[in-house]
């Protein structure tokens, strides 16, 4: 029986895969590790948290990428696609990065530090970075980071720069939420882009988070995502789950089964889409109820491992049925 990588290669896809985090006990449980290490079922990976800022330069200029070796070395192992996340983001830093009074110059100096150490180290082995993780607010405005706040959008500059000259042939992205549909904030994405695209910044693909609620998943999703294709870019669905509001029932896990359909099917729609990655693949580890107060059962499988209606969905959507 085909796994749901198997499905999305036949159907012209680079990958089906899911985020994993050996910061948490997930990378010690047997039977989580013997679901996630088979190519037929995950073509890619994702670390959840170990190539973030916070684990990967905790002191300046002090490197440390054990957690990322041990996820990079996996898809090796299995042969599957490396995803890296991420560059440069609000969240997960270090303190000498959040307690620092930066001037300008001092900031574009670190920035430009991080992204090639990291990039540089994982040459070759990654398809794609998340150089930019959610730089913008709901509204289309620049999220006011200590980034922004510092460098203005020249962080992305900076960052998107030294990605390029430290792997030419790793895809660069910018990674963010709520931009999957047609929007304030997606406009504001596309009109991003345009903007570097005309200083000739490196920029290849937009990842597409897609953390959806079920019977919300929107309806605009191939529109506009055919609106980044004529931009010139790829993209792809990097962190999707699609979670219920609690205690959950058969409809519910009806109606999800369809909204990972929807969300699946529409990837396949526009050619540009290059795959398909849930931000972990069992709600036994997902971050979702330790955010979102009351939501829970966001993933395919359930929290004992078992497929739920939504890997059907999947399923279903890759085979074009
Ligand atoms: O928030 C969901 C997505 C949204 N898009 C970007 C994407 O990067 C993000 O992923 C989530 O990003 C979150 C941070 O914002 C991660 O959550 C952090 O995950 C870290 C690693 O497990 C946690 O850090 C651990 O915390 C433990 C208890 O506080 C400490 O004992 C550990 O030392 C520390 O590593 C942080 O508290 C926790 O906040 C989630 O696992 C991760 O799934």
């Known amino acids: 029986v085909s796994g749901l990588n198997a499905l999305a290669r036949a159907a012209g896809k680079l990958y089906f895969g899911t985020a ?20 037929n079922q995950f073509g890619q990976l994702t670390p959840a948290n170990a190539m973030k800022w916070m684990y990967i330069e905790p002191e300046a200029g002090v490197f440390n990428f054990t957690l990322g070796n041990q996820i990079a070395d996996l898809t090796e192992e299995y042969g599957m696609v490396l995803r890296g996340h991420n560059g440069v983001w ?15 110059t001092g900031l574009a100096y ?37 980034f922004y706040n510092a460098l203005n959008t020249t962080y992305i500059n900076i960052a998107l720069e030294a990605a390029r000259a430290a792997d ?11 931009i999957e549909y047609v929007g304030t904030k997606s406009t504001a ?58 205690p959950a029932t058969d409809e519910l896990y009806e109606q999800q089964k369809q909204d990972y359909y929807t969300v699946v099917d529409a990837c396949l729609q526009v050619s540009v889409c290059r795959g398909v990655t849930v931000w972990d693949w069992t709600d036994k580890y997902s971050w979702v109820p330790s955010t979102f107060a009351g939501y829970g059962d966001a993933c395919p499988w359930d929290a004992n491992y078992t497929r739920k209606p939504a890997y059907d969905g999947i399923a279903i959507a890759f085979e074009g049925q």
Request: charged share 20%; no cysteine.
């Open 20 to 39: 994993t985090d050996n910061t948490t006990p997930e990378f010690t449980d047997p039977t989580y590790l013997s679901i996630l290490e088979n190519y």
């Open 90 to 104: 609000y969240e997960e830093l270090p303190g000498w990065v959040t307690s620092t009074d930066w001037n300008a």
């Open 110 to 146: 670190a920035v430009q530090r991080h992204v090639s150490g990291i990039v540089g180290h994982y040459a070759g082995r990654v398809y794609a970075w998340d150089v930019v993780n959610e730089p913008l607010n709901d509204n289309g405005t620049m999220r006011e980071d200590l």
């Open 168 to 178: 030419p042939n790793a895809k660069l992205y910018i990674n963010d939420y709520n």
């Open 189 to 246: 994405m596309q009109n991003l882009i345009k903007q570097l695209q005309s200083e000739g910044v490196p920029i290849d693909g937009v990842g597409m988070e897609s953390h959806f609620i079920v019977g919300e998943v929107p309806t605009t999703l191939v529109e506009n995502f055919q609106a980044y294709e004529a931009l010139g870019l790829e993209f792809a669905i990097t962190e999707l789950d699609i979670r219920m509001e609690l």
